[in-house]
T-cell receptor
Framework: GQQVMQIPQYQHVQEGEDFTTYCNSSTTLSNIQWYKQRPGGHPVFLIQLVKSGEVKKQKRLTFQFGEAKKNSSLHITATQTTDVGTYFCAGRISSGSARQLTFGSGTQLTVLP | DAGVTQSPTHLIKTRGQQVTLRCSPKSGHDTVSWYQQALGQGPQFIFQYYEEEERQRGNFPDRFSGHQFPNYSSELNVNALLLGDSALYLC?????????????FGPGTRLTVT
């Protein structure tokens, strides 16, 4: 079945440093979504990428979708303590009528003040 | 505009028992998906309901079943509970007819099986 791998599993950064998490799929994706889950909370939708090579920015966050639509990344510039949480990618496969999202295992970000 | 709501927030059950979890989707959404999230893991897709039918199912046994009502709300039933069923159960709603399938998650139900 479809697998979505995400690295690293954990990342500790000093406040002000940059952070990147990477997502790789075993199959071509029709789109990929990114979510943030604060400790004790539920996943909150951040963004969706659909087009090959797409790049989207949200303030300090930059999201990329690979040319082959099998990988993606989230980059945070100059992290702040409010960025703490677990970041998940979730991919939707290209073929058939599948509507399910397959989540990666997440990257847990800790920002040290 | 109410978001996704779930009940109950916490639940403790004994092995072998049955449980029903409930979800009300965000206003305007017609599709409900259920996920199981074990501690330290990403959400695992259980199934999705649209037009009162199960449209997609993940790799979960038949002990997991669901239902969607005409008002789009949904229930998740788990029979013959196992210790391994302890997890956060998340409901997510979306608008299937709206294109991108952006999902809004509810706060979840924390199920503990003892």
């Amino acid at each position: 079945g479809q697998q979505v791998m995400q690295i690293p599993q954990y990342q500790h950064v000093q406040e002000g440093e940059d952070f990147t998490t990477y997502c790789n799929s075993s199959t071509t994706l029709s789109n990929i979504q990114w979510y943030k889950q604060r400790p004790g909370g539920h996943p909150v939708f951040l963004i969706q990428l659909v087009k090959s090579g797409e790049v989207k920015k949200q303030k300090r966050l930059t999201f990329q979708f690979g040319e082959a639509k099998k990988n993606s990344s989230l980059h945070i510039t100059a992290t702040q303590t409010t960025d703490v949480g677990t970041y998940f990618c979730a991919g939707r496969i290209s073929s058939g009528s599948a509507r399910q999202l397959t989540f990666g295992s997440g990257t847990q970000l800790t920002v040290l003040p | 505009d109410a978001g996704v709501t779930q009940s109950p927030t916490h639940l403790i059950k004994t092995r072998g028992q049955q449980v029903t979890l409930r979800c009300s989707p965000k206003s305007g959404h017609d599709t409900v998906s259920w996920y199981q999230q074990a501690l330290g893991q990403g959400p695992q897709f259980i199934f999705q309901y649209y037009e009162e039918e199960e449209r997609q199912r993940g790799n979960f046994p038949d002990r997991f079943s669901g239902h969607q009502f005409p008002n789009y709300s949904s229930e998740l039933n788990v029979n013959a509970l196992l210790l391994g069923d302890s997890a956060l159960y998340l409901c997510a709603s979306s608008n299937l007819g709206g294109g991108p399938y952006e999902q809004y998650f509810g706060p979840g139900t924390r199920l503990t099986v003892t």
